[in-house]
């Protein structure tokens, strides 16, 4: 893949300094016929030069800074330049219809990462951490996708192959010497590895709960009955009055979102209309809203009046809204006026509800007043992040969809190989589902890919990278 392709790589709108740039065999050479303050195929790698870039009749367009890649010491892999140039969009749509009257032609989406792929430079899973990093909007975020473009997933599943393939290699010789009856892997080392590597699987899939929620943000549903406080508490976290509060009961009607930051990990937040027998046809439809919302949230924080609500209605209320993937936080709000509420009152002995709340996530509170929101934000934090302070930097969370149903296919064909084992089938049945185990691995790393595959990864790049 030699052409030259060129795309603008800064956002689109004013600013200072935009950058054009290109990728290819003949990129050096095409940005010399309209940049005559130097020979640049002449040029030094890896150093900037000043000069002023002109159009065809000689005239110039901008004072710009451009910078060589030589291959194979670029991000693609082959010859690169940058053009620095003052960040006009007429300057920098200029100086594009500039490359491609020189020969050049428009990138698509992700090309240079693609291309940067298919010239070894990154693998697949490191390709996609640089949509992420681009993407990310949390430290959190930034921290996985960071570690997965320094090799931390791709590492993890060339350890997990690798130990797989030297014991592949065993039980193919095997079948190359089927009628002579030898054997020369050793089954209970291959179970043993097997069930090793599984366990390595299950830790790396059970992260992805964690990694997805951090990379898109944890949708963190406020419920309750009316007047329970739920717009209050908004508010409170928030730290500004974003939400109407009001003493009458039904106030908030349609669902409000905002974005809140904690320890650097993002939570959605929707406040909902109180959850009750609605008294008309708008009514009904916040409160329809409200569930809704809570079935397709990751978190939800439960708003209880400790002066109006009995264990019984609580209960009630959070059996309703009972999902067995839903983490839960249970607020017991308004405890100025009933100071004496303690959690055995509610989930004591006598508990029967469907939700499991451990003491720590029933949390007293006067939101009103912010008291004791310090704790709840540590609580919805842990909740988030597994309960530990933060992500450790070398610490490996799984947050792509496509790696996570990759290793659940190849935990699938472990699974196989060790039924297969116990019951004794032939060596070439059990070879053949380590092969798809590997194929399932090789997939997450691109050392096994398709031209679908790659379409459908880099497709969803911005242009310029």
């Given at each position: 893949m030699q052409e030259t392709i060129v795309a603008i790589a800064t956002p689109t709108g004013e600013g200072a300094i935009g950058i054009v740039r290109l990728s290819g065999r003949d990129c050096i050479a095409l940005v010399d016929d309209f940049f005559p303050a130097r020979t640049l195929v002449q040029s030094e790698a890896r150093k900037a030069w000043f000069g002023i870039i002109t159009d065809e009749e000689g005239r110039a367009i901008d004072e710009v800074v451009v910078t060589l890649y030589r291959a194979p010491a670029?991000?693609?892999?082959?010859?690169?330049?940058?053009?620095?140039?003052?960040?006009?969009?007429?300057?920098?749509?200029r100086v594009v219809q500039l490359c491609l009257d020189a020969g050049a032609r428009m990138a698509a989406p992700g090309e240079f990462s693609q291309r940067a792929f298919l010239n070894g430079k990154l693998d697949l899973s490191q390709a996609e951490a640089v949509a992420d990093l681009i993407a990310s909007q949390s430290a959190a975020a930034h921290r996985i996708a960071l570690h997965q473009l320094r090799g931390g997933v791709s590492n993890e599943i060339k350890d997990l192959r690798q130990k797989l393939i030297d014991f592949?290699?065993?039980?193919?010789?095997?079948?190359d010497f089927g009628?002579?009856?030898?054997?020369?892997?050793?089954?209970?080392?291959l179970r043993d590895l097997v069930e090793k590597i599984r366990a390595r699987i299950t830790q790396l899939t059970t992260s992805f709960r964690l990694g997805n929620a951090i990379k898109l943000g944890i949708t963190t549903v406020i419920a309750g009955r009316p007047n329970a406080g739920k717009s209050t508490l908004l508010n409170a976290l928030l730290n500004e009055e974003r939400a109407i509060v009001s003493h009458i009961p039904g106030t908030t009607r349609d669902t409000i979102e905002e974005t809140l930051n904690i320890g650097g990990v993002t939570f959605r937040l929707v406040d909902t209309a109180?959850?009750?027998?609605?008294?008309?046809?708008?009514?009904?439809?916040?409160?329809?809203?409200?569930?809704?919302?809570?079935?397709t949230s990751q978190l939800l924080v439960y708003v209880f009046d400790v002066v109006?609500?009995?264990?019984?209605?609580?209960?009630?209320?959070?059996?309703?809204?009972?999902?067995?993937?839903?983490?839960?936080?249970?607020?017991?709000?308004?405890?100025?006026?009933?100071?004496?509420?303690?959690?055995?009152?509610?989930?004591g002995?006598?508990?029967?509800?469907?939700?499991?709340?451990?003491?720590?996530?029933?949390?007293?509170?006067?939101?009103?007043?912010?008291?004791?929101?310090?704790?709840?934000?540590?609580?919805?934090?842990?909740?988030?992040?597994?309960?530990?302070?933060?992500?450790?930097q070398q610490q490996v969370v799984l947050s792509n969809a496509r790696h996570y149903d990759a290793?659940?296919?190849?935990?699938?064909?472990?699974?196989?190989v060790l039924d297969g084992l116990n019951v004794g089938i032939s060596q070439d049945f059990v070879a053949m589902d380590i092969?798809?185990?590997?194929?399932?691995?090789?997939?997450?790393?691109?050392?096994?890919?398709?031209?679908?595959?790659?379409?459908?990864?880099?497709?969803?790049?911005?242009?310029?990278?």
């Amino acid at each position: 893949m030699q052409e030259t392709i060129v795309a603008i790589a800064t956002p689109t709108g004013e600013g200072a300094i935009g950058i054009v740039r290109l990728s290819g065999r003949d990129c050096i050479a095409l940005v010399d016929d309209f940049f005559p303050a130097r020979t640049l195929v002449q040029s030094e790698a890896r150093k900037a030069w000043f000069g002023i870039i002109t159009d065809e009749e000689g005239r110039a367009i901008d004072e710009v800074v451009v910078t060589l890649y030589r291959a194979p010491a670029s991000y693609t892999g082959e010859d690169s330049v940058e053009i620095s140039c003052h960040g006009s969009p007429f300057i920098l749509s200029r100086v594009v219809q500039l490359c491609l009257d020189a020969g050049a032609r428009m990138a698509a989406p992700g090309e240079f990462s693609q291309r940067a792929f298919l010239n070894g430079k990154l693998d697949l899973s490191q390709a996609e951490a640089v949509a992420d990093l681009i993407a990310s909007q949390s430290a959190a975020a930034h921290r996985i996708a960071l570690h997965q473009l320094r090799g931390g997933v791709s590492n993890e599943i060339k350890d997990l192959r690798q130990k797989l393939i030297d014991f592949a290699s065993l039980i193919e010789l095997e079948l190359d010497f089927g009628e002579e009856d030898v054997e020369f892997a050793d089954r209970n080392q291959l179970r043993d590895l097997v069930e090793k590597i599984r366990a390595r699987i299950t830790q790396l899939t059970t992260s992805f709960r964690l990694g997805n929620a951090i990379k898109l943000g944890i949708t963190t549903v406020i419920a309750g009955r009316p007047n329970a406080g739920k717009s209050t508490l908004l508010n409170a976290l928030l730290n500004e009055e974003r939400a109407i509060v009001s003493h009458i009961p039904g106030t908030t009607r349609d669902t409000i979102e905002e974005t809140l930051n904690i320890g650097g990990v993002t939570f959605r937040l929707v406040d909902t209309a109180g959850i009750r027998e609605a008294s008309d046809t708008i009514e009904a439809i916040g409160v329809e809203r409200a569930i809704e919302r809570v079935r397709t949230s990751q978190l939800l924080v439960y708003v209880f009046d400790v002066v109006e609500t009995n264990p019984e209605t609580l209960a009630s209320d959070l059996d309703r809204l009972y999902r067995e993937d839903l983490q839960l936080i249970v607020v017991a709000n308004k405890m100025d006026l009933n100071p004496y509420t303690k959690y055995e009152q509610y989930f004591g002995d006598d508990y029967a509800g469907k939700w499991a709340v451990d003491k720590e996530d029933f949390i007293p509170m006067v939101a009103k007043d912010r008291a004791n929101l310090g704790y709840l934000q540590d609580r919805l934090l842990a909740t988030a992040t597994g309960g530990t302070a933060g992500l450790d930097q070398q610490q490996v969370v799984l947050s792509n969809a496509r790696h996570y149903d990759a290793l659940r296919r190849a935990d699938e064909a472990l699974v196989r190989v060790l039924d297969g084992l116990n019951v004794g089938i032939s060596q070439d049945f059990v070879a053949m589902d380590i092969r798809q185990s590997l194929r399932e691995l090789g997939e997450i790393t691109g050392e096994i890919t398709t031209d679908d595959l790659l379409g459908n990864i880099f497709s969803n790049f911005c242009i310029g990278k």
